[in-house]
């Protein structure tokens, strides 16, 4: 189910990575940070999958109610979009730091 998460949320995260990756566009854009966008916007994905099982199982042992089907589809994408976005900001951050105050 962590999967159908992920599939769903899909369209969103690489519209996210791609902003990621495009802007802002003042920075340098050496080799070096073709490298460093690459490895987060990987680590974000990985990150996004893990949680999204992680989320997934956060819900299988509650208490079936009336809306325990609505939670096991809810968390894993919270969760899920929580870590990547979490994961693109510190990238956001760290890269401002390597290569905003240069010149």
Do not use: C, E, K
Not at 55 to 83: D, E, K, R
């Amino acid at each position: 189910m962590g999967g159908l998460a992920i599939l769903l949320l899909a369209p969103w995260l690489v519209i996210l990575a791609w902003a990621y990756w495009r802007f802002p566009r003042s920075l340098p854009r050496p080799r070096g940070r073709r490298r460093f966008d690459t490895v987060i916007v990987a680590l974000a994905a990985i990150v996004a999958i893990v949680l999204a099982h992680v989320g997934y199982l956060s819900t299988v042992n509650l208490p079936h109610q009336g809306t325990i089907g609505v939670w096991q589809m809810v968390a894993p994408v919270l969760y899920a979009y929580g870590g990547y976005s979490l994961v693109l900001f510190a990238g956001l951050v760290l890269r401002h730091r390597v290569w905003g105050q240069r010149g």
